[in-house]
């Protein structure tokens, strides 16, 4: 069974093997495996505890099977913004509804937890199609398009999609 809660300084090591896990996977996630170090991780978790939020999901009371985070620009005129939105699910349980149901739980805690939050930011390749269809799925739309922006591992560039989604209900 999966269950889904907050991540705590004590997910540290785990999140930092999952990130790991995930960036061995090509397209897997924008930083490569030698930038997943100790201190990013501890950072993002201190980042996120203080103007964000993330939530792991765990599997069998213990191992961290997928993570996913965003935080704020940490600016006033952004306050009403989490940007750089990142999950990360290990490859042996990508394909089974776990990322979709984290993303969910993810943007309900939004709703509940942040009331002065009216959108959620990310950035995805363009080749990443059955991702860009999952956010779709979960009400992102399709903002922009940034050429050229993205350097694969084997040199070959790409563009980066930005999407967003909108809080149901927010009137501007």
């Known amino acids: 069974m999966v269950c889904i809660r907050k991540a705590t300084t004590i997910d540290k090591d785990a999140i930092l093997q999952l990130h790991r896990e995930v960036a061995r996977i090509s397209q897997g996630i924008a930083r490569t495996e030698p930038e997943i170090t100790e201190a990013y991780i501890e950072t993002l978790i201190q980042t996120t ?83 860009i269809g999952l956010y779709q799925r979960l009400g992102f739309e399709l903002e922009g398009r940034m050429k050229h922006k993205t350097r694969n591992q084997d040199g070959s560039y790409e563009d980066s999609l930005l999407m967003a989604w909108t809080k149901p209900g927010f009137v501007p």
Do not use: C, W
């Not at 964000?52 to 913004?81: C, N, P, Q, T, W």
């Not at 989490?82 to 149901?101: D, F, R, S």
């Open 49 to 131: 505890a203080r103007q964000g939020l993330m939530l792991v999901a765990i599997i069998d009371s213990e191992a961290v099977i997928a993570e996913i985070h965003a935080s704020k620009y940490g600016l006033r005129i952004f306050d009403h913004i989490l940007t750089g939105l990142t999950i990360a699910v290990h490859p042996a349980y990508q394909g089974k509804g776990i990322g979709k149901k984290l993303f969910q739980a993810f943007l309900d805690n939004v709703q509940q937890l942040f009331p002065e939050v009216s959108r959620v930011e990310l950035e995805s390749r363009s080749s990443n199609q059955k991702s």
